[in-house]
């Protein structure tokens, strides 16, 4: 073998091992964006459950806890296109929960509260880490490797969703 074709093969080599590195990152982020959604989900689903076990042991008025009531139904039933709806009709339920108990015009049990609130810091939380994936997995997929070879194979281009703009 010549000098030429020994360059070549390790040219070859080296672009495989290449595209193999990019395309075992993209399917961890890819996984890293399923998780973190996975968890989000899960943070959103003990969110309505806790909203209808706030209008259970509350004395709200009939209208704020038919709105609490039938926002977190909404939210824990909604499919994938109406979720981001869905979700941000709940958080401006639980605002209104979070503010008349700071009025003292709510009579809740403080556990709720604090549960209330921790659930809130942890919905935020999951919220930055998906969003954090969801944008790095993008970014990755924007490279031109990724792109020419089409490595990301046929795995949907994650997205965002409105309500995580939502200030929770």
């Known amino acids: 073998m ?6 070549t093969l390790l040219a070859i080599v080296i672009i495989g091992w290449y595209l193999s590195f990019l395309a075992s990152r993209l399917d961890r982020l890819h996984h890293r964006v399923e998780t ?13 459950a806790l909203a209808q076990q706030i209008v259970a042991e509350s004395n709200l008025d009939p209208a ?4 609490i009531s039938t926002s977190a139904i909404s939210a824990r039933k909604a499919n994938i296109i109406e979720r981001s709806a869905a979700e941000s009709v709940l958080s401006e339920s639980l605002k209104l929960v979070q503010n008349s108990a700071q009025d003292n015009s709510l ?4 556990e709720l ?21 969801v944008n790095a997995t993008r970014n990755v997929r924007s490279k031109i490797f990724i792109r020419l070879f089409r490595l990301a194979g046929k795995a949907p281009l994650p997205v965002r969703y409105e309500f995580e703009d939502d200030s929770l």
């Not at 010549?2 to 360059?7: R, S």
């Not at 973190?36 to 899960?42: E, F, I, M």
């Not at 009579?107 to 403080?110: K, V």
């Open 64 to 67: 704020t806890a038919y709105l």
């Open 2 to 7: 010549n000098l030429e074709t020994l360059l």
């Open 113 to 133: 509260l604090v549960e209330l609130s921790d659930i809130t810091n942890k919905v935020k939380m999951a919220i930055n880490i998906h969003l954090e994936a």
């Open 36 to 48: 973190s959604w996975a968890t989000l989900d899960s943070f959103l689903q003990q969110r309505a």
């Open 107 to 110: 009579e809740l049990p403080s």
